[in-house]
């Protein structure tokens, strides 16, 4: 079902390929806001029997019957069982029973990349989820796709033979940093004539399904010509396959910070293959509190640490740190 | 001669009206098995293939019986539109435009109905338990209706021309 076309225009305006799989009357309310405030939504939140409530870059407020933004959860529309049906089935392509891998999950990928967080039953089977059963909850997430945000930062991340180094971007959550390692990954990949770089082989792997966006297995997201993407595969795993398979030049993975996490990078890293990763964290010794983290820092590979925050913006870079000298240089304040 | 050509026509057209009737009859357990038929290819995409339930539809449509087939047809239609409706009213819809053209009776229809509840809603072993219930149920409603063809075909067969003959002796 060709839900949510990706045609000119509509990459303009991500938030109307979500409109597309909600109930009239809320996709009414939606539109009667003011584009302005359109443009910068994040979530739509939708709870059975609670208030309808969408997310934006500066915080949550409620919708009213009206479609008037309203700070009283009193006079908020509250989403019905019915509302919650047609979202499912729409969410599902009617068929919950062909999405169940993705529900243990908590999360269904909608074409265009945009995720939608779920939560309802969990149903258990030997002693694991097997399925969700009765959803009550959508955490519709708009993704949007910025490019360009890793060009400013690439040169610092090259030797001098024009090699990516190994990179670390890190930040506390919703500061862009997956946002800026898929661009990272589309410049690397399509190479950037401007600086002499050649697009290399990148490997990525694609747990939660935020970088690639991948719907069917097909990314949605621009993420270069040269990118083998892994959608879905835990990142360990992944790794190791797309190694083993894929000859990459650099592998990209979103967050690490399991054990195994570490350990895979490390293989990957001994392979002579560069390695792109973001951590949450605000700085260098916070994740040295972690005790996976202050493993893989204390091997001393890591050459570039990229550090973000929100402080003029999303994506804001505060700071470039050089992994040999631990110095800092500043750029683009 | 005009008597008896009225005669005739009497005669052949109540016969007619009577073996129309017995058709039906005789039909409605086949049509019924062939329901049947398309309820099990169904099962067999959703839990096996795991296949989108627009898409399953559009399968059973092109597999089974001519007669059965615009109800999966029209349902795969509808549920591939871009409307956001649920599945039990695009399958409601389907239903309605199909009960004028079938020869399934109100019964039969009930039991396609109830499973519109739950088409596609729910894990893969659940969906199996309501098609097969369904199942179940018009299996039941095709002995009944094997079991009613059986007389009523005969009766129906007679009954028009008797009725036919009826008439004409006594108003000849």
Redesign the interface.
């Given at each position: 079902?060709n839900?949510l076309s990706t045609k000119e225009g509509s990459t303009h305006k991500p938030y109307r390929q979500i409109l597309?799989?909600?109930?009239?009357n809320i996709?009414d309310l939606l539109l009667r806001l003011p584009v302005q405030f359109m443009d910068r939504l994040e979530e739509i939140r939708l709870r059975q029997n609670r208030p309808l409530i969408v997310t934006h870059t500066a915080g949550d407020v409620c919708l009213d019957s009206s479609g008037q933004l309203t700070s009283n959860p009193g006079d908020a529309y509250v989403i019905t069982g019915?509302d919650m049906?047609?979202v499912?089935?729409?969410v599902?392509?009617?068929?919950?029973?062909?999405i169940?891998e993705e529900l243990k999950n908590g999360f269904v990928t909608l074409p265009g990349g945009h995720r939608v967080g779920l939560t309802g039953k969990a149903?258990i089977e030997l002693g694991k989820v097997?399925?969700l059963?009765y959803i009550s909850g959508f955490n519709i997430r708009i993704s949007r796709e910025i490019k360009g945000t890793a060009a400013p930062i690439l040169p610092s991340l090259l030797d001098r033979w024009g090699r990516v180094k190994h990179t670390l971007i890190l930040s506390p959550p919703g500061c862009g940093k997956t946002t800026l390692l898929r661009d990272l990954v589309r410049l690397v990949s399509n190479g950037v004539p401007e600086l002499n770089f050649d697009g290399v082989t990148v490997g990525l792997v694609d747990e939660r399904s935020e970088l690639a966006g991948c719907y069917r297995g097909v990314p949605q997201r621009d993420i270069g010509i040269r990118t083998d993407v892994l959608d879905g595969c835990p990142k360990a795993e992944g790794m190791m396959m797309l190694l083993r398979a894929m000859s990459p030049q650099i592998v990209a993975t979103d967050e690490i910070g399991k054990q195994e996490d570490i350990k895979a990078l490390e293989e990957v890293i001994n392979a002579g293959v560069t390695v792109i990763s973001t951590v949450h964290g605000t700085s260098l010794e916070e994740i040295m509190r972690r005790p996976a983290l202050k493993y893989l820092l204390s091997l001393n590979v890591i050459e570039r640490f990229v550090i973000l925050s929100r402080s003029k913006g999303v994506g804001t870079v505060e700071d470039i740190i050089y992994g040999s000298s631990w110095g800092t240089q500043e750029v683009r304040r | 001669m005009i008597r008896i050509a009225g005669a005739v026509l009497v005669i052949a057209c109540t016969g007619y009206l009577g073996m129309a009737k017995a058709r039906k009859y005789a039909l409605r357990p086949r049509e019924l098995r062939n329901m049947q038929a398309a309820l099990q290819i169904l099962e067999t995409e959703?839990?096996y293939g795991?296949?989108?339930?627009?898409e399953?539809m559009e399968v059973v449509a092109s597999r089974v019986d001519k007669n059965t087939a615009p109800l999966f047809y029209q349902a795969g239609q509808e549920?591939?539109s871009?409307t956001?409706?649920?599945?039990k009213e695009?399958w409601d819809q389907a239903l309605n435009a199909f009960s004028s053209r079938t020869l399934l009776e109100d019964s039969d229809l009930r039991v396609l109905r109830q499973l519109g509840n739950c088409?596609?809603?729910?894990?893969?072993r659940?969906?199996a338990k309501h098609l097969h219930l369904a199942m179940e149920q018009l299996k039941i409603e095709a002995m009944n209706a094997a079991e009613r063809a059986k007389t009523h075909v005969k009766l129906w067969n007679y009954l028009g021309f008797l009725t036919g003959l009826l008439l004409v002796t006594v108003f000849y």
């Open positions: 079902m839900l597309s799989i909600l109930p009239e996709r019915d049906q047609r499912i089935r729409m599902s392509n009617s068929s919950l029973y062909a169940e149903v097997k399925t059963k | 959703i839990i795991a296949t989108p339930l627009p399953a549920l591939e871009m956001v409706c649920t599945v695009a088409l596609g809603m729910s894990d893969s659940d969906q």
